[in-house]
């Protein structure tokens, strides 16, 4: 990471860096501040965020991982952040918490920000370019860009140019626009406004698993935080920004059924052996109608409804749903009559993933002797993990399958003419947050303040983050502040973040930090 001369007044005090406003300079507008070092160093801040990327980061590669936290904390030390590794007593291997905090003299409110800094795994093949291989291209693959070398200093830059990494979207674009501020700030003596506790998660893509420890066991550095703020996520699909005051939960299995102990040539055996590609398609049409409801008994009766305020937001959103459609080449959708917005506020559950022997190239005239699709259910508030997988297991027994955990042996195979193996499971709780709650309103102000009239209020983001683990566990509220780009790519091949959107997130996360303080308590 490039090292900017800094020049900052700090206190050094118990371990952590205290603003000092009485030896700053006059307070300027964070977001100008921030933007006049972003229009100077937008070359350098392009090829620091590349540096980040660069390190690669799925969360089973504790390595990889470490390399990041450590990448991370001493930027964090590099700004005058006494940043440090969380780590979990005999747990070596699972990823640490970046932690640092900011103290203001005088601030009547404190900031928790939620950064995971791991991503999804990769199928490098499936890949433009190498995946930890940041790449620069005009403007997006699919609309003509074109690669082109990274920036010099100096250099103008496009906002329409595109960054091409694993996590460029998710979710290391808002590390990428965070260290500017910070930077600025720094360097022309802005003081926040708010105490800030930065809380960067190592394992988000792994499902957070030993999140809640970490929480738990730092109860005494967290509890004082105010609101959680999760920079994570895509800006509207209209491209309009974005404040979430929820997400979905997520749970999931793996359901495999059997044929015959062995794969049998099609010919000899065809008309006459159970194909197990067959009886999964069955499966699982009985599980869905055409119009994409979910058929599973009691799936939606623990939904809980939403309040005046989000219907309210509901009702002002923009109409994009046509707009959608065409972008993503759809004649029709699931749940025809509601817009992608409702259809947000229910639980779903998608068949992710379909295997049973080989097609094209490798196709083989055989029966197949296993099935096996991934499910991925998708939780509203009210709904609980193990309930919802529950009422599928239900579902499936009431088709006619013996259910088993294992592989069935010989004896189970006879005794049972159809077999589902489950398993998997897991996952956590959705969470939102009232839009009427006072520290709420105070950050809609300061997000509209960077974003203009033009910003959505969306009551429940569709992907999923712990957030539960906050709103639920810690008692705190928690809100969703996005600054991808819609069409990131997410969790896919060719994932990118456009400049533009890294230019906003500087932004953002300025007048966040700015904004006026919070009423003493």
Same mark, same amino acid.
């Given at each position: ?109 404190? $900031? ?217 080449? $759809? ?135 712990? $957030? ?54």
């Amino acid at each position: 990471m490039s090292k900017a001369i800094l020049t900052i007044s700090v206190i050094l005090h118990s371990g952590l860096v205290v603003f000092n406003p009485a030896t700053a300079a006059a307070q300027q507008s964070g977001a100008d501040v921030a933007r006049a070092y972003r229009e100077s160093h937008e070359a350098e801040i392009i090829g620091d965020f590349a540096e980040l990327l660069a390190l690669p980061n799925v969360a089973s590669d504790s390595a990889g991982i470490n390399r990041n936290a450590i990448y991370l904390r001493d930027a964090l030390r590099a700004l005058g952040i006494d940043a440090e590794l969380l780590r979990l007593a005999d747990q070596p291997r699972v990823p640490p918490i970046v932690f640092g905090e900011i103290r203001v003299p005088g601030a009547t409110r404190t $900031l928790g920000v939620y950064v995971h800094y791991d991503g999804q795994p990769v199928d490098s093949s499936r890949w433009t370019h190498g995946p930890w291989q940041p790449t620069l291209y005009t403007r997006a693959m699919e609309s003509g860009g074109v690669a082109r070398s990274m920036p010099v200093p100096g250099e103008p830059v496009d906002p329409e140019w595109r960054i091409y990494a694993r996590s460029a979207g998710d979710d290391k674009a808002p590390l990428g626009a965070l260290l500017p501020v910070l930077t600025a700030f720094r360097e022309a003596n802005v003081t926040p406004t708010s105490n800030i506790k930065f809380f960067f998660d190592g394992e988000e893509e792994a499902g957070s698993q030993h999140l809640r420890e970490y929480l738990e066991s730092n109860r005494d550095r967290v509890d004082d935080i105010d609101i959680w703020l999760f920079f994570d996520g895509p800006v509207h699909q209209s491209g309009r920004p974005l404040l979430t005051f929820g997400v979905r939960g997520v749970t999931g299995m793996e359901v495999t059924v059997y044929g015959p102990n062995r794969p049998l040539h099609s010919g000899h055996y065809g008309n006459w052996a159970p194909v197990p590609g067959q009886m999964l398609a069955e499966l699982l049409a009985t599980m869905k109608d055409g119009d994409g409801n979910v058929l599973v008994e009691g799936f939606y009766d623990t939904v809980e409804p939403i309040g005046d305020a989000e219907r309210e937001a509901l009702a002002a959103l923009p109409d994009y749903d046509e707009e959608l459609k065409e972008e993503l080449g $759809l004649a029709w959708t699931e749940g025809e009559g509601q817009s992608l917005a409702e259809r947000l506020l229910l639980p779903s559950l998608t068949v992710r993933g379909l295997s049973s022997g080989n097609v094209g190239r490798l196709a083989r005239n055989v029966i197949p002797a296993t099935a096996t699709a991934t499910l991925g259910i998708r939780l509203v508030k009210g709904n609980d993990p193990q309930h919802m997988r529950e009422l599928v297991e239900a579902h499936i027994q009431r088709q006619g399958y013996h259910i088993v955990r294992e592989d069935p042996d010989h004896a189970t195979r006879l005794a049972y003419p159809k077999i589902a193996k489950i398993t998997g499971g897991g996952g956590y709780r959705a969470s939102r947050t009232a839009m009427d709650v006072p520290i709420v309103q105070e950050v809609v102000g300061a997000v509209r303040a960077a974003a203009g009239d033009d910003l959505v209020l969306f009551p429940a983001l569709g992907g999923s983050l712990p $957030l539960y683990l906050f709103t639920e566990v810690m008692g705190k509220p928690a809100l969703i502040v996005p600054i991808a780009n819609h069409d990131d790519n997410q969790h896919a091949p060719d994932e990118n973040l456009r400049i533009a959107n890294l230019w906003y997130g500087i932004d953002l996360y300025a007048a966040l930090f700015t904004m006026p303080p919070g009423a003493t308590p």
